[in-house]
């Protein structure tokens, strides 16, 4: 059954320092998602990415933040200076349009926990 | 705003007990409802699904009823077993359907033989 990866399942950085966590969607979907999770925190939403562009971002999401496809498989998230609070899981999502029902049933990646020291 | 609460745990529970995990949102407009499951090590696995009141999700066991008179969207399962243990997730989608999910904090079961 298809799935979607993430690279690496742990990343080590240090405060300032650019992190780039990597996501491959499954390959037939269109519709991009990421989220985090602080540890004891509700899952949150970061961002979504349709045709090459964001579609939804939430107030998380700020100018250190910044997504890409860079080769029509891989999806990246990018830190550009990390803080302490960016500490978390990050889980990656893809979806496609289900014809019948209609729903976009989003299918997450394991997550890359992110430590900042 | 819209929020999905949804109890505290752990859970702890014996094999073959009754699970109950209550779920109850906030919501403006009609929101598609979710329990995801995240089992050690793994992402977050769709369980079940409901997008309008009064439906019913269910899925290896687990069923939960779309409520839309007391927002909630509680899991149950009738007799739990150990390979069960995960942190279970409810969470709702407003604004389209390919919009993004609003989660709770998860409810971590532990089910013992």
């Known amino acids: 059954e298809p799935e979607v990866t993430q690279t690496p399942s742990h990343q080590v950085t240090q405060m300032g320092q650019e992190v780039i966590l990597r996501c491959v969607p499954i390959?037939?979907?269109?519709?991009f998602y990421w989220y985090r999770q602080i540890l004891g925190q509700k899952v949150e939403f970061l961002v979504s990415?349709?045709?090459?562009?964001?579609?939804?971002k939430s107030e998380i999401f700020d100018d250190q933040f910044s997504v890409e496809r860079p080769d029509g498989s891989n999806f990246t998230l990018k830190i550009r200076s990390t803080k302490l609070e960016d500490s978390a899981m990050y889980f990656c999502a893809s979806s496609f349009r289900d014809t019948i029902t209609v729903v976009y049933e989003q299918y997450f990646g394991p997550g890359t926990r992110l430590t900042v020291t | 705003g819209n929020s999905v609460t949804q109890m505290e745990g752990p859970v702890t529970l014996s094999e073959e007990a009754f699970l109950t995990i209550n779920c109850t949102y906030t919501?403006?407009?009609?929101?598609?409802l979710f329990w995801y499951v995240q089992y050690p090590g793994e992402g977050l696995q769709l369980l079940l699904k409901a997008t309008k009141a009064d439906d019913k999700g269910s899925n290896k066991g687990f069923e939960a009823t779309y409520r839309k008179e007391t927002t909630s969207f509680h899991l149950e399962k009738g007799s739990v077993q150990v390979s069960d243990s995960a942190v279970y997730f409810c969470a709702l989608r407003i604004g389209g359907s390919q919009g993004n999910l609003i989660f709770g904090k998860g409810t971590k079961l532990s089910v013992k033989p």
């Open positions: 919501a403006t407009g009609y929101p598609s």
């Open positions: 390959s037939n979907h269109l519709y």
């Open positions: 990415f349709y045709n090459n562009e964001i579609s939804e």
